[in-house]
């Protein structure tokens, strides 16, 4: 307790902290299953503090990637923690000090490093030796273990080697740590790093408090009044926060939110000073401001309780970014609010954006790495719109926990909305419109959304006989059928990656979507194939 508050200037343990730390502080390997942003950094960073108890000497923690290191690092000598890294990326002479630390009799308490140089380091692995011959090990930290797993999406070669760790230092403690609930991972982690037996401490992730809702987004001219009313609404006075894309849309949103809807807001980014951001953080954290308009820049080390709501101005890059920013909403586990502003232009913009590299990383990212940032936002743009399933499950069903639908208890959208609604099958209207577009883009006809809305309703407008969209085979194919509900089967199409969108750019600088079939379902028999042998339902209000 003395060196939470005097080290890390924190007021008490959150769940299973405290648990971590004294299972390890009495030898124990120790399994830990944390959702992102819920602590598990501390579950180590304190035991390594403390010199008394059964384990002296250094902990070594181990993690993937040299930006959390550095980050981790800095933080903690911030706090006057006496804490060395190696990395590969660490100049020569840090490495060397690093070494001569290591060796020297005032020793640190915190040694980071990669897998990578504790596999090729001969001078790494021969200090670690001769501390592990004079029993100043205190513990082995694996963080982010799901990377052991092949069964993981995130697999590293290189954290497959550290299955020697039991082998080559036996007796000394390991805890690892992950955010992945799924099972088989767990396992794998468990019995890669020989650890059977060992104290396993696992956090739901479902935050009950939490009421999960999506809305599409206002045009640009209304959208601020919208959402000021409905802040006014539903939280008068109350403290919030609302996530947006760009530096610039936080100035300009906390701004207008102030000057024309009398909101007390503040922005936060990464392009302020130091002094600029902390003055905003402790206006919001004292009350004086009721609501921060932030970029993902915002959230490390805040632990306000009362925060009512979490609003998305722009949908997030990630379910995991999702996941971890509504989260900072409700900690004193009464009501609170995570609302979505979602439209499908919001994604096509974040797409182009990672086309350009123009999100915030120091290297460009590989190709692969491109498209692995795509699926991750067209996760998002899934959750974002479907309109059926609990939200609650879809997001707990991400990080591999399964959820009784019924537990959710009105707790988001799509379970509050959907109730005493009816499945309709929408089987043969889907796959009507996947062949109305398919056979629009062999007459060449660049189709819009509303377009196909139309001539699969088969609207009798002058622009659909200008267009000649009245001569498509299947125009009117969908005679009768709601106009919403058509919409709705367009956009289930589109969320699904059965349908995409494309742009053109006009001569006069205007860009339009289109719509065709998805590249991957190129192939349209098949794909109507499986539609017709899964079905395909939408519910009906
Ligand atoms: P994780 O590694 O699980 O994603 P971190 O260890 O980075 O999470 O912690 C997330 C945030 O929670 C940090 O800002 C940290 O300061 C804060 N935090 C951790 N433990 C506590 C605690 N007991 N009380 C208050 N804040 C905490
Ligand atoms: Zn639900």
Redesign the pocket.
Known sequence: MRILRNTFK?????SN?LEAINATLSGHDVFVL?????????CYQLPALCTSGMTRGITIVISPLKALMSDQVFHLQGLGVDVVSYSGDNDMSTNSTTNSRLRSSTKPAILYTTPEKLKHSQIAQSILRQLWETKQLARFVVDEAHCISSWGRQFRQTYQDLDQLRVDYPGVPIMALT?TAKKVVINDIITKLGMTGCVSLTSPFNRPNLQYRVVPKPSAKTFLSEMSTWIHRNHPNESGVIYCFSRNNCEQVARELREKHGLKTDFYHAGMSVPEKEGAQSAWQRGDVHIIVATVAFG????KANVRFVIHHTLPKDLDGYYQETGRAGRDGKPADCLMYYTFADVKKLEKLIDKDDLESSVPPSREEKARQKEQLHEVMRYASNITDCRRCYVLGYFGEKFDRRQCRNGCDNCVENQGSIEEDMTEAAINIIQLVQSARKSNFDMTESDCRDAFRGAETKAMRNKGYDRLPLYGAGKGIDRAVTERTVQHLLGNSILDTYDITNGAGWTNAYIKVCALHESLRICVFMLSCLGWFISRR
């Open positions: 924190l007021k008490s343990f959150r902290q944390m959702p992102t942003g819920g602590g598990k950094s501390l955010a490390m080390g805040i632990d």
